[in-house]
């Protein structure tokens, strides 16, 4: 089993940035790659970022591209996501989700976070 935990969320003015977390472990094959998703009330979740252990290029979405960063650290089984020019459109709920190849939707992921919500206002 792996255990993902998210944090680093909260709520700031349209502008701002903030730096989400997930902590992966045990490191495995499982988390070879690391994808954060977002779901808004109403909403399809929605692929952000994918990252391969730190190997190739990284995906953004369109709505982020730009403005988000996602990383690993390895030695500390940790990706960040960095969330730059945020707008209230970006307001959702933010998950990791970690599975041996990197898919395309919500389905391709076997294991999950909780879940840290972001809020930004106008």
């Known amino acids: 089993q792996v255990r993902l935990v998210e944090s680093g969320g909260g709520s700031v003015q349209a502008g701002g940035s903030l730096r989400l977390s997930c902590a992966a472990s045990p490191s495995s094959v499982t988390t070879n790659c690391i994808a954060w998703f977002r779901q808004a009330p109403g909403r399809e979740r929605e692929r952000v970022a994918t990252e391969y252990r730190g190997v190739g290029p990284a995906y953004y979405s369109d709505s982020v591209q730009g403005r988000f960063t996602i990383s690993r650290d390895n030695a500390k089984n940790t990706v960040f996501l960095q969330m730059n020019g945020l707008t209230p459109e970006d307001t959702a709920m933010y998950y990791c989700?970690?599975?041996?190849?990197?898919?395309?939707?919500?389905?391709?992921?076997?294991?999950w976070g909780q879940g840290t919500q972001v809020t930004v206002s106008s």
């Open positions: 989700a970690a599975h041996p190849s990197c898919g395309r939707r919500p389905s391709d992921f076997d294991f």
